[in-house]
């Protein structure tokens, strides 16, 4: 989430233009940003007046969806609704940032002379061409350079196991927006009528920004990874974040919500905030009762603790969420993820290769990387007939993954990376689907 560093970039076409889309078309006021937001039930009208009339508090939205209207508040009129009406829950609007960790420079890279590909550590790699070809006949192939990861999480095999690669499956990229231009992505996004900028108050999820400063491309990077483990899901790209890098936890809530009811089966949040929300954790309940899988990243400080939402994705909100954190080639704790006797599982997260804004190939560091991974695996399950009943895949994904203590391995870190540790796809969809 801190020290960005080195970018490593594969130029992907013969010009890049970073965040030049932004200006097609006109940017919204900022939507209003209250101190403290109240989930308040649609047919608690009385309430709701009381509210209205005594403490001037302002609706945000009304949701008939969910049974829900949203209200705003200052903290005077938050303390005042907890003294005289009822004991409450206007918790306060706080700031969510995405756990971006940093790109990851050291290849080298140089330009091909105005062809669609680049040299990257002795491998041309491009979206497009002969070298796009797929394990498995796939229309989007696992990029060249993340072949490590990949066969650690047994990912080629388990393309063979769930041929369908996860078909009508819609997942959700609840993030800093995405490259909705990018040919990674060509095919696999959702109607445009369904994407849905919270952060401007528009329908144009674009990436805003500059490369390498905040959090500019980070929600092309999960979606590119996502992509490339489930290649035939739908991605659903919806903006919460800023540019730089953080927005309001309220935006965080809503944002679920619209991709409950655009029918995502699978919710990515590589994202993270300090303290808890209680609207954004409701919003993961009310996911969680539809069936909806909500993933999540723990977080890059090196801390004995997990950012919310990942810190209640075990326990309170228990089956249907995971938290997800990081590992390294060799399997061990990366430096800056987070870890947590309530981790769920890690995943690798370090120099993966992805696609950036701008037909451009980046390659990012951190739990954010990792979550995608985990989320794209859900997604192939979900593309499959299961074997199991939904409410015991994640404890299943968990209870599959490559055993990150045996022989000593993360001695410090013991029952704090995960039940067993990381991802295993194969084994996962093994005890998951039936093939």
């Known amino acids: 989430m801190k020290n960005l560093t080195k970018i490593s970039i594969v130029l992907l076409g013969m010009t890049a233009v970073l965040g030049a889309c932004s200006s097609l078309i006109p940017v919204s006021a900022p939507t209003v940003r209250p101190e403290f937001i109240l989930n308040v039930p649609i047919e608690d009208v009385t309430t709701l007046e009381q509210l209205t009339q005594t403490y001037g508090a302002q609706t945000l939205e009304r949701n008939t969806e969910t049974g829900q209207v949203l209200v705003g508040m200052t903290e005077a009129q938050a303390s005042a609704y907890n003294a005289v009406l009822r004991p409450s829950s206007a918790g306060r609007n706080g700031r969510a940032e995405s756990n971006r960790g940093t790109f990851r420079g050291g290849a080298i890279t140089a330009s091909m002379g105005g062809s669609r590909s680049a040299w990257v550590g002795g491998e041309i790699c491009a979206w497009s061409g002969g070298s796009r070809s797929a394990w498995v006949g796939g229309q989007y192939a696992p990029v060249l350079q993340n072949t490590t990861a990949f066969q650690q999480i047994r990912l080629e095999s388990a393309h063979r196991i769930a041929p369908k690669l996860g078909l009508g499956i819609k997942v959700a990229i609840i993030d800093t927006g995405i490259d909705t231009s990018h040919p990674a992505f060509a095919g696999m996004l959702a109607p445009s009528s369904e994407w849905r900028d919270f952060v401007d108050g528009d329908t144009w999820p674009q990436e805003q920004g500059v490369l390498g400063t905040g959090g500019f491309g980070h929600g092309t990077a999960v979606a590119g990874l996502v992509a490339q483990v489930a290649p035939n899901a739908t991605l659903l790209p919806i903006r919460v974040l800023g540019v730089d890098g953080s927005g309001d936890t309220l935006n965080v809530a809503q944002a679920i919500d619209w991709a409950v009811a655009k029918g995502s089966r699978v919710i990515n949040l590589s994202?993270?905030?300090?303290?808890?929300?209680?609207?954004?954790?409701?919003?993961?309940?009310?996911?969680?009762?539809?069936?909806?899988?909500?993933?999540?990243?723990?977080?890059?400080?090196?801390?004995?603790?997990?950012?919310?939402?990942?810190?209640?994705?075990?326990?309170?909100?228990?089956?249907?969420?995971?938290?997800?954190?990081?590992?390294?080639?060799?399997?061990?704790?990366?430096?800056?993820?987070?870890?947590?006797?309530?981790?769920?599982?890690?995943?690798?997260?370090?120099?993966?290769?992805?696609?950036?804004?701008?037909?451009?190939?980046?390659?990012?560091?951190?739990?954010?990387?990792?979550?995608?991974?985990?989320?794209?695996?859900?997604?192939?399950?979900?593309?499959?007939?299961?074997?199991?009943?939904?409410?015991?895949?994640?404890?299943?994904?968990?209870?599959?993954?490559?055993?990150?203590?045996?022989?000593?391995?993360?001695?410090?870190?013991?029952?704090?990376?995960?039940?067993?540790?990381?991802?295993?796809?194969?084994?996962?969809?093994?005890?998951?689907?039936?093939?």
């Open 271 to 435: 994202l993270g905030s300090t303290e808890r929300s209680k609207v954004v954790q409701d919003a993961i309940k009310r996911a969680k009762d539809k069936k909806v899988f909500v993933v999540s990243s723990a977080g890059n400080e090196n801390l004995e603790a997990l950012t919310f939402p990942a810190a209640d994705a075990d326990g309170s909100e228990g089956n249907h969420a995971l938290s997800v954190g990081s590992v390294d080639a060799q399997a061990l704790k990366s430096s800056f993820s987070n870890f947590d006797e309530d981790l769920e599982i890690v995943a690798p997260g370090e120099g993966l290769f992805t696609a950036g804004p701008g037909r451009l190939l980046l390659s990012w560091s951190g739990t954010s990387m990792a979550a995608p991974l985990v989320t794209g695996s859900l997604a192939l399950a979900l593309g499959q007939p299961l074997s199991i009943d939904s409410k015991d895949v994640t404890a299943t994904l968990a209870e599959s993954a490559f055993d990150v203590y045996n022989n000593g391995m993360n001695s410090a870190y013991k029952d704090m990376l995960g039940k067993k540790g990381r991802l295993d796809i194969e084994q996962f969809l093994k005890n998951t689907i039936i093939f």
